[in-house]
């Protein structure tokens, strides 16, 4: 399985990004697919992550209502819309895939996720 993020970035706060994650080798249409990001001295954190049919999502908190995970499965593609960018979103994008097939559950933890992105960097200024 490779996943293959981009779309990060340098932009001014309130701005806009979208990332894509592109995948490959596997029945992409089959799992779940989430963002994650990392900063600078930080662990990595959940973002974003989309049940493998696309008609669930769920969110961090600290990005509900500015960020929007979507999936072309046809693309074999996932998409993270950032809107409203603060400077705290600075890090390193993520994308990854869940190991189970047709997964009712959406996990939040970086463990239950079994393939990774290189990572795409964003960076929001001041």
């Known amino acids: 399985v490779q996943l293959q993020a981009s779309g990060g970035g340098l932009v001014q706060v309130g701005g806009s990004l979208r990332l894509s994650c592109a995948a490959s080798?596997?029945?992409?249409?089959?799992?779940?697919m989430g963002w994650f990001r990392q900063a600078p001295g930080k662990e990595r954190e959940f973002v974003a992550a989309i049940r493998w049919s696309g008609d669930s999502t769920i969110y961090a908190d600290s990005v509900k209502g500015r960020f929007t995970i979507s999936r072309d499965n046809a693309k074999k593609t996932v998409y993270l819309q950032m809107n409203s960018l603060k400077s705290e979103d600075t890090a390193v994008y993520y994308c990854a895939t869940d190991p189970i097939p047709y997964a009712r559950a959406i996990s939040r933890l970086p463990s239950s996720y079994d393939y990774w992105g290189q990572g795409t960097q964003v960076t929001v200024s001041s």
């Open positions: 080798g596997r029945t992409f249409s089959n799992y779940v």
